[in-house]
């Protein structure tokens, strides 16, 4: 395949962007809290990274562990916050109690985003109904892709999921680029690549000795080589 697939990386500072953009990724998600799967992270923080790197870096807007959007004034005066601080792509998903897509938050936030590209986090993999979700988010300004591995349960249950959405890519919901991530393997590499995905996300697997260590420049640029020779 000619086209370079996008890998994504998860960051918490910017020690861990400088790695990763040494390594090969494409992207940043950029999070705290990696305990609550990933939480918004510090005005701070966000200024230092995007001083650090020149790739692009997606903010997450999620305030609580969980998929409903909690505080919702709060979370969009800190999104404002973020893009004073040249925050300019997010990372964001609710749900409601059952487990349709919360699509007042989400257009509340889009709001204030005005523009700005953003993905639709893993919510979808809990969520009902995931073409309800999709569609019922079609048109929305800014949203360009959806990280999803296809279950709740990870890539290996998910993949005839991720299959099946990849081939109706450029329908009405399904124009978005599907980013592959949760539970994903240098083995599932091939067989997805082969399938036509194109978008890979990783948090762990940058980290061999796990979370409470830096990322490994060495292990993101694995991951290069392997989307790079498929």
Do not use: N
Not at 29 to 37: C, K, N, Y
Not at 201 to 229: K, M, N
């Amino acid at each position: 395949m000619s086209k370079r697939a996008v890998l994504e990386v998860i960051a918490l500072d910017a020690e861990d962007a400088v790695a990763a953009q040494a390594g090969g990724a494409d992207r940043l998600e950029l999070v705290t809290d990696i305990a609550a799967d990933g939480l918004t992270p510090s005005t701070g923080t966000v200024a230092a990274v995007r001083a650090a790197v020149d790739i692009p870096v997606r903010v997450m807007l999620r305030l609580t562990d969980g998929f409903a959007a909690g505080d919702l004034d709060r979370l969009a005066g800190v999104a404002a916050e973020l893009r004073g601080v040249g925050a300019s792509e997010f990372v964001l998903g609710f749900l409601d109690a059952d487990g349709a897509v919360d699509l007042d938050a989400v257009e509340r936030l889009t709001s204030v985003l005005d523009g700005c590209r953003w993905t639709f986090h893993r919510a979808i993999d809990r969520a009902a109904d995931r073409d309800a979700l999709r569609k019922a988010l079609d048109g929305l300004p800014g949203l360009d892709t959806y990280l999803t591995a296809g279950s709740a349960a990870g890539v290996d249950e998910g993949l005839p999921v991720l299959l099946a959405e990849a081939a109706r890519g450029g329908e009405p919901g399904y124009e978005q680029q599907l980013l592959v991530g949760g539970g994903l393997t240098l083995a599932h590499v091939p067989y997805l690549r082969s399938a036509g995905l194109d978008a890979f996300h990783i948090g762990g697997a940058a980290r061999p000795q796990g979370w409470q260590h830096p990322l490994s420049q060495e292990s993101v640029a694995e991951w290069r080589r392997a989307l790079d020779e498929v």
